[in-house]
C-alpha cells in the first residue's frame, strides 16, 4: 500500500497540511484508495526544540518504504539563515534525485487571471524546473567575509546528463498530453557557456520528437511575453533558478501563490518516491490567522493522486476548487470571505457530494 509521509513544516504550512491528511483519508476511507499516512515532526519548531534537521534515519525510511511525501512548508523567523529548513527541503529534492520540478500553471476560473482582456483558458502552461543542479548545488564560498575585499561566491552547475534528462521531461510531457510546443528559457546570450549546452542539448533532443515544435526563448524576453500574450505557451523546460522565479511570475497568472502547485519527481522511473508541496511558502506574516487558501495543497494532493494511479481524483479535485473560487466558497486572496479551515470545508464536502 502506498506511503505517503506528512511533514506539514512551518508557518502556514501547519494550517494547509491537516487538510490534505483530511482530503487523503477521505479517499482512504470513503472511497477505498489504498493510502497509507505517516506524519513526520520535522520543522522549525523540532529544530528548535532539539537541533534536528533531516535525520538520515527519516531519509533511509522515505527512500526506501515512501511512496509520496506530502510537504507544507518551511520557514521560520526564528531561525535566521533557514539552514535546517534548505537540509529537509534539498535533502529531499538532492537527496532523491527528484530532477523534474513539475509547476502546473492553469487558471481555474476568469476572476483568477490578472492580464486585461485575457480569460482562464488563454493560461494553460507547465514548468519544467530542473530541480538537482544549478546554482542551488551547495558550491561556492566565502572569502575575506566582512571586509572591503569581500569575496562571495556560488557556482552554477549544468552537466549534460542535468539538462538532457530535464529536457527529454519535458518533451515526453508534452508527447503524452498532446502539446505540439516546448519552449526552453536560458539566457545563452549572457552565460555563454552553461547556456550554450542548455541550447544545444534543447535542439539535439527535439529531434526524437519531430511532431513537436522546439522554440528557444531568452529568460527575460520569457517574462515579458508571459504578461503580454501567454497564449502560445504549453510547455516550459529551464534551469533550477529561472524555474524558480519564473513559476513564480507564473502563479500571479493563475490567481496567485495561493493556487500554485508543484510535483519534484524523477520523471524518467514514476515508482520512484516522488514529493508534492504548494509552492507558496511558509508565509510567517499570513500564520495563524486563519488566511492561506487552502486550494494550492488541494491542488497539490491531486497531483500526488495522479502520480499514484488515480487521474480521474485530479480532475474532481480541481474541478471542485474551481467551483470554491467561482462562487466564492474561498480565501480572500482569491475573491472569496471565508477563512482556511471553511474554504477547506466547502471543498472537502464538495468531493464528497461531487
Ligand atoms: C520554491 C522556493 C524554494 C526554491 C526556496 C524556499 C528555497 O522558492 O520552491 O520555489 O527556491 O526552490
Ligand atoms: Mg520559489
Redesign the pocket.
Known sequence: MPLIAMIPGDGIGLEVAPHACRVLDYYREERGLPLDLWHLDLGAERYLRDGTTFPTAAADRIANEASCVFLGA??DPRVPG?SY??DI??GL?FGLDLYA?IRPVKALTDSLVPLKGRCAKDIDFVVFRENTEGI?VDVGGQFKRGTADEIAINEDINTRKGVERLIRAGFDYAKRNGKRTVHMADKSNAMKHAHELWFRCFFEVAKDYPDIAARHVYVDALCLLLIQDPRPFEVIVTN??FG?IV??LGAALQGGLGMAA?ANVHYDDPKRVALF?P?H?SAPSLAGRDLANPIATFLTVGMMLTHLGFPEEEKRIESVCARAVETGHCTPDVGGTLGTKAAADWILNGLRTD
Do not use: K, Q
Request: hydrophobic share 35%; no cysteine.
Open positions: 518551511l520557514g533557514l529548513a534548505r527541503l534539498f529534492r520540478n542551488y533550477n533558478l524558480d513559476t513564480d508543484s508541496e509552492v511558502g
